[in-house]
């Protein structure tokens, strides 16, 4: 086999020439709907949730674009991901890591200046020693279950917390908060008995700030405010309020380029499967983005180019997709055109309508192989 020569490039000198689809992120939408959700807030501040890499769209850039609308607490699920974003934002920012910490962290969460969620008995007692070891008080926030049922101390546990007078020696306070299991849909009876359920709790503990809203449960009201809401969704542009218009403003743009156009007679079997067969001749383009991009493989959609829809025909591939062309003018489109995927036609809520699922996963599964551009910054 020949070597690949020392500085010989496998990629094209611009990455967006060599990428099979372009991702942009509109960074100037995010800060907007910021200012959205804290106007909605009145008084009560606003952080942001940047876990899971900003929900796929950069932790760094998003978390950077918030800072500059005056953001200064910030939400990771993993010590890790706490990490990396206090490399990159630097010392102000108060930055929360919902999962805790794992056994053995504790070093690198408290050089790294973040705050640990606490969210169990044990969590509490690691931290508490930690503080110890360290000789001085350490930050956290104590989150209760207040009806959810996957983090949290349960209420026997803040009962135990509250009736022990060393049990929060060497902690520093900094928020009590709880999370909603049904915030996305404001007539369900388990919001108003959650919110019940967390006031009632954190009157039994030190005073300190409490947060209970994520994006969904900013719009339940004022009485779910507290002193702190933390929305990821809303600022990328998912709609917090199923069933009703969003409030927010569009984040991304997906856009696939076209690797091939032909033309093909009738009855031609088209894509793994012959799943589609041409009903006469039949004009066809294939595109650089498949069900290994995380566009899911047996949802239905369209691509548009030019306000014109061109629908997928046959399988979704790994790396490709047949799209028929047939609406549009013949050899207007060409090898290297680009075609949207994701606009303000096919928003992230529909995917995932036609997907089955959230858009919060249509997010989170966004390809690695994505040229991504953040704009707006
Ligand atoms: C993910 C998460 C949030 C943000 O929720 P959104 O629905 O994306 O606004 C807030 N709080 C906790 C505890 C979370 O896990």
Redesign the pocket.
């Known amino acids: 086999m020949n070597q690949v020569p020392r500085g010989y490039k496998t990629v094209a000198a611009d990455p967006a020439a060599d990428a099979g689809a372009i991702l942009t992120i509109d960074l100037g939408a995010v800060r907007k709907n910021y200012r959205r959700l804290q106007a909605r807030l009145g008084g009560a501040k606003c952080a942001g949730?940047v876990?899971a890499d900003g929900y796929g769209l950069g932790a760094v850039p998003v978390a950077r674009a918030l800072t500059q609308e005056g953001c200064d607490t910030f939400?990771v699920?993993h010590v890790g991901e706490g990490v990396a974003l206090r490399a990159a934002i630097g010392p102000g920012p108060s930055i929360y890591v919902?999962n805790g910490l794992p056994p053995g962290s504790e070093p690198d969460a408290i050089a790294a200046g973040l705050i640990a969620v606490l969210n169990s008995t044990e969590q509490l007692a690691a931290w508490r020693a930690a503080a110890r070891q360290a000789g001085h008080a350490l930050p956290a926030a104590l989150q209760v279950d207040s009806g959810m049922s996957r983090l949290g101390m349960s209420p026997a546990e803040v009962e135990a917390v509250a009736a022990d007078r060393h049990a929060l020696d060497g902690i520093e306070l900094k928020l009590v908060m709880s999370?909603l299991a049904c915030a996305d849909e404001p007539g369900h009876a388990a919001n108003e008995a959650q919110r019940i359920e967390f006031d009632r709790l954190r009157a039994l503990l030190p005073a300190a700030p409490a947060s209970l809203a994520?994006?969904?449960g900013i719009f339940l009201g004022p009485a779910y405010h507290h002193q702190l809401a933390?929305?990821?969704?809303?600022l990328y542009g998912i709609n917090?309020t199923p069933g009703q218009e969003n409030p927010m403003l569009p984040v991304i743009r997906l856009q696939a380029k076209v690797i091939q156009t032909r033309t093909v007679e009738r009855d031609a079997g088209i894509g793994y499967g012959h799943t589609a067969t041409a009903q006469g001749p039949q004009r066809l383009a294939t595109i650089s983005l498949g069900y290994a991009d995380g566009w899911h493989r047996r949802a239905g959609a369209a691509a548009r180019f030019d306000g014109v829809e061109l629908p997928f025909i046959g399988r979704v591939s790994m790396d490709s997709i047949i799209l028929d062309i047939s609406a549009l003018p013949e050899s207007r489109l060409k090898a290297g055109d680009l075609v949207n995927l994701i606009d303000a036609e096919q928003t992230i809520d529909d995917l995932a309508g036609s997907y089955g699922t959230i858009a919060?996963e249509v997010l989170t599964s966004l390809g690695h192989r994505f040229h991504r551009i953040h704009v707006g910054a």
């Open positions: 949730v876990k939400f699920a919902l999370h994520n994006s969904s933390r929305p990821g969704a809303a917090p919060y």
